[in-house]
């Protein structure tokens, strides 16, 4: 593992500080590597989606290359439509 010095802001320093005099970590070292754990999976996760976004977006530009779209008149009724297509789905069966 490599060594990196860090210098805090205040705030920040203050905020590690807090966590080691707590007992939630043995260390500062600890603190800051918890907090760039937390970093990189937030990263990897808005890779993630941003990911799954863009492949929907092909199928939909695919889907507009082969003539398979809707045309709506009416945003507003064509939203309220899918709400209740959506809220019929989840309604209880025994009801």
Same mark, same amino acid.
């Given at each position: ?6 210098? %805090? ?8 500080? *807090?966590?080691?005099? *707590?007992? *939630? ?6 603190? @800051? %590597? ?26 939909? %530009?695919?889907? @507009? ?13 064509? %939203?309220?439509? @899918? ?11 025994? *009801?």
């Amino acid at each position: 593992m490599s060594a990196h010095a860090v210098q %805090l802001p205040a705030d920040l320093d203050a905020f590690v500080r *807090a966590q080691v005099e *707590a007992g *939630a970590y043995a260390s500062a070292d600890e603190v @800051i %590597l918890a907090g760039v754990r937390r970093f990189k999976a937030q990263a990897e996760d808005e890779a993630w989606r941003r990911e799954r976004f863009f492949e929907a977006v092909r199928v939909g %530009l695919d889907q @507009i290359e082969r003539g398979e779209v809707v045309e709506v008149a009416d945003i507003r009724a064509f %939203l309220d439509e @899918i709400e209740a297509e959506v809220e019929a789905g989840f309604a209880d069966p025994v *009801a």
